[in-house]
């Protein structure tokens, strides 16, 4: 049985790079320190489609509120 880690890497294969990148660098780097409610908004995030995570995480639109945090966050990640 896959462990939760295992599950959200897998999650994080994307059909764009960019987002690939983006999303395993915050699991491998910050996911493990982020409090309860940061970690269940990024496993959520990694169910929403491409096209919308590609909007607001690379063209710097605005998220849905329920995503506010996680977007700030892996726009933070992706600066440093």
Do not use: K, N
Not at 13 to 42: I, K, N, S, V
Not at 52 to 77: H, N, Y
Request: with cysteine.
């Amino acid at each position: 049985m896959p462990t939760q880690m295992q599950r959200l890497r897998w999650q994080c294969r994307r059909g764009l790079l960019e987002l690939d990148a983006l999303f395993r660098h915050y699991l491998e780097h910050r996911f493990a320190t982020a409090r309860e409610p940061e970690q269940a908004q990024f496993a959520e995030l990694l169910q929403q489609q491409d096209d919308q995570l590609q909007a607001w995480l690379l063209e710097g639109m605005e998220p849905d509120p329920a995503f506010s945090v996680i977007v700030a966050a892996l726009r933070q990640t992706r600066i440093t």
